[in-house]
């Protein structure tokens, strides 16, 4: 009797055990599924966030691409733009315009002869350039220049030009020399960055549809004696 008792005990209590450790698996994969179901509820709203910035990006970088190509276009359509104004403008002075422009700024028929169209004229005459000589040859030339100013190394405009270097406008900036009519043996004009090949003018003075006539190598040596009989007139004066 007290043996079957001891073993009735036994087994309940070896059932009672299995209970507890299938009770205690169970709420351990409880558990495990809530954190589970809770990363994945924590993890969405980041997975929504980094598709939005990607979204965002994308969209952005369109913008971007639309944008470069926008700027692109319109430079190519300025060019466009400026040869054709250019080749339309290319037909010289009238006699009405040569004799107003004469009445004006008193340039002679050599100068005027070479500019090309009313457009041109309009540059050199917004310039406010005058004729001369210089070694020789007919020149529209500036009146604005400083021969006291210094560059960044301190040599005045005076002794760069000595030196056969152009002299610096006022902003700091080389002046340069343009052929008028694009000829080599065509008087100079001096003229600013922004006058020589700034938008619109630069078009108006250079035929971007043929290859130029000016070597390089020759004009160098032209800059140079020029600068230097600039400083020398203007000394002498």
Not at 47 to 54: H, I, L, S, W, Y
Request: glycine fraction near 8%; hydrophobic fraction near 30%; include cysteine.
């Amino acid at each position: 009797m007290i043996g079957g008792l001891s073993a009735l005990a036994g087994a309940a209590k070896e059932g009672m055990t299995k209970i507890i450790e299938k009770g205690a698996a169970l709420k351990d994969n409880v558990e495990k599924l809530g954190l589970t179901e809770f990363k994945e509820q924590s993890e969405f709203p980041k997975m929504v966030a980094q598709e939005a910035d990607t979204e965002t990006a994308m969209n952005s970088s369109l913008e971007s691409v639309v944008e470069a190509n926008k700027e692109k276009l319109e430079i190519q359509e300025n060019k466009v733009r400026e040869t054709n104004e250019g080749k339309e403008s290319r037909e010289g002075l009238t006699a009405e315009g040569k004799k107003e422009i004469q009445e004006i700024n008193g340039w002679s028929d050599e100068i005027l002869e070479k500019i090309g169209s009313r457009k041109e004229a309009e540059i050199y005459m917004k310039a406010r350039l005058k004729e001369v000589e210089i070694n020789g040859k007919k020149c529209l030339i500036r009146e604005d220049i400083d021969l006291d100013q210094a560059d960044e190394d301190g040599i005045t405009n005076r002794e760069r030009m000595e030196r056969g270097r152009p002299p610096l406008t006022r902003d700091g900036e080389e002046i340069e020399l343009h052929h008028i009519g694009q000829k080599p043996d065509n008087p100079l004009a001096e003229l600013t960055l922004k006058e020589h090949r700034g938008i619109g003018n630069d078009g108006i003075l250079h035929d971007k549809t043929k290859e130029t006539e000016i070597n390089r190598i020759e004009f160098a040596k032209e800059r140079r004696d020029h600068w230097k009989g600039r400083i020398e007139a203007m000394e002498g004066a």
